[in-house]
């Protein structure tokens, strides 16, 4: 039992829930469950510590972090990635928080990177008599994350509002009116008047500023100035020079031969994956 709703007693919660539980929903039942059983107040403390923390992730430099290390990140999009910082720990919510260039160091980031990753295979086969060689290579790129994994998590921000109707019996503005009576306001939904994200706004499509504000994501991804590098993110040093680069989702698949001369001819075919065709995994 929580002693105190303090931000201690908040960050407790947060990490017992991850301890405790195997899987996204139980986790939202086991803390809604705990929650529910709290006095009001301790309800309403704990919806604060959480607002206030997700106004602490509303930075511009933290939207640009989100943005480089998975992708995208629509407004509701980056809300949803600040509930899933706040729901990683305190620990590694701290890490990140005041300087999200670190965000990479986290292990639910680093899991995340390795399910992103391109997966290429080969098979070469040669023809009669040696003359030419037949290859076959297919680029698979993951898009899809599982629900578990997803660096969003938009129903971790509900919880506290289901514990609060679900102890009082009243509607969820009753706990915003008693937020705002305590002069605790989310800056989400941001880019509206008088919500804007923390900091100085900037263009994330600018390289060097980037590369200044956030330089460690920026090398992971790739980014540079160098004019002869592609627009895209990241070339891998395995990618054969000879074909043009993968740039979208699903499975791209390049066909070439080669002759005694070692000319290449190539044809590219593409193929959705699974994840793309049926909608996810």
């Known amino acids: 039992m929580i002693a105190v709703m303090d931000i201690d007693g908040f960050w407790e919660l947060v ?29 309403v403390d704990y919806h604060a510590w959480f607002t206030l923390s997700r106004n602490r992730a509303c930075s511009w430099d933290m939207y640009a972090a989100c943005w480089i290390s998975i992708g995208y990140g629509s407004s509701d999009g980056f809300e949803y990635f600040t509930d899933w910082l706040i729901s990683l720990g305190r620990e590694d919510f701290e890490k990140v928080v005041d300087c999200p260039d670190r965000l990479m160091e986290l292990p639910a980031m680093q899991r995340l990177d390795e399910l992103s990753r391109n997966f290429r295979h080969e098979r070469t086969s040669p023809s009669r008599g040696g003359r030419i060689e037949l290859s076959r290579v297919t680029l698979t790129r993951r898009s899809f994350w599982p629900e578990e994994a997803s660096p969003q998590f938009e129903t971790f921000s509900y919880v506290s509002t289901d514990a609060y109707e679900r102890a009082t019996g009243r509607d969820s503005m009753a706990l915003y009116d008693a937020m705002r009576a305590r002069g605790v306001v989310s800056v989400f939904p941001f880019l ?69 001369d070692g000319t290449r001819r190539s044809q590219v075919r593409r193929h959705l994956c699974e994840a793309v065709r049926y909608g996810g995994i």
């Open 192 to 260: 509206t008047p008088g919500a804007e994200p923390d900091g100085e706004g900037w263009d994330f499509d600018d390289k060097a500023e980037c590369l200044r504000r956030l330089p460690r994501l920026a090398r992971h991804r790739g980014i540079t100035t160098d004019p002869d590098d592609p627009d895209t993110d990241q070339v891998r040093a395995w990618w054969p020079p000879h074909l043009s680069r993968y740039d979208g989702d699903g499975t791209r698949v390049w066909s070439f031969s080669r002759g005694a």
């Open 15 to 43: 990490g017992r829930s991850a301890a405790e539980t195997g899987t996204r929903r139980e986790r939202l039942e086991w803390l809604e469950n705990h929650l529910a059983a709290l006095p009001v107040e301790d309800i």
